[in-house]
């Protein structure tokens, strides 16, 4: 059982590139989420899908996209790499439901020079 | 809105001390309370969840109490092991329309030498 299953894990870009981080669950969850990870900020959440066929913004959107394919998968787009998103990204699912946990896949580092 | 506040670190000890890491969290209702892991160069794990006032969640040798009454939910483990090293992340779902996500603590990075 994969569980959360986020590719790559390693990217280095360019200033003003582009590209899509994905993220695919295997849990059957209706929620999917989008985290970045910076030293001494904790997790931040930029885009969450309650369900397939909803997106919606979370603390830090500017800069990035979102897509739910279907069920299982939802991905990430940098439309314009800056060094400012030069993070850990990491993809989490969750089942409906107040005492649910979330499943988090093992994080995608990218590095924007 | 609803918050939650850990114990800032670096937290170092010895291996067999005792360990707390304390969260106190702001929320409407009964949210549900998490304690997650992060071991380094991975993914955030569940460690153990507790989803009423009084519940005790426990996992691995930890042990977290959920307490209405003081709003907190601390983190204790009564030996730990260099394999406990990781950042430690309190976290709660709240209760209404606000529960597809949920609310993180900063994390608190626990070094443990032998």
């Known amino acids: 059982n994969a569980g959360v299953t986020q590719t790559p894990k390693f990217q280095v870009l360019k200033t003003g590139q582009s590209m899509t981080l994905q993220c695919a669950q295997d849990m059957n969850h209706n929620s999917m989420y989008w985290y970045r990870q910076d030293p001494g900020m904790g997790l931040r959440l930029i885009y969450y899908s309650a369900s397939e066929g909803t997106t919606d913004k979370g603390e830090v959107p500017n800069g990035y996209n979102v897509s739910r394919l279907n069920k299982r998968e939802f991905s990430l787009r940098l439309e314009s790499a800056a060094p400012s998103q030069t993070s850990v990204y990491f993809c989490a699912s969750r089942e409906i439901g107040q005492a649910q946990p979330q499943h988090f896949g093992d994080g995608t580092r990218l590095s924007i020079l | 809105g609803d918050s939650v506040t850990q114990m800032e670190g670096p937290v170092t000890l010895s291996e067999e001390a005792f360990l707390t890491i304390n969260c106190t969290y702001t929320?409407?209702?009964?949210?549900?309370l998490f304690w997650y892991v992060q071991y380094p160069g991975e993914g955030l794990q569940l460690l153990l969840k507790a989803t009423k006032a009084d519940d005790k969640g426990s996992n691995k040798g930890f042990e977290a109490t959920y307490r209405k009454e003081t709003t907190s939910f601390h983190l204790e483990k009564g030996s730990v092991q260099v394999s406990d090293s990781a950042v430690y992340f309190c976290?709660?779902?709240?209760?209404?329309?606000?529960?597809?996500?949920?609310?993180f603590g900063k994390g608190t990075l626990l070094t443990v030498n032998p």
């Open positions: 976290a709660l779902s709240a209760p209404g329309g606000s529960n597809y996500k949920l609310t």
């Open positions: 929320a409407t209702g009964y949210p549900s």
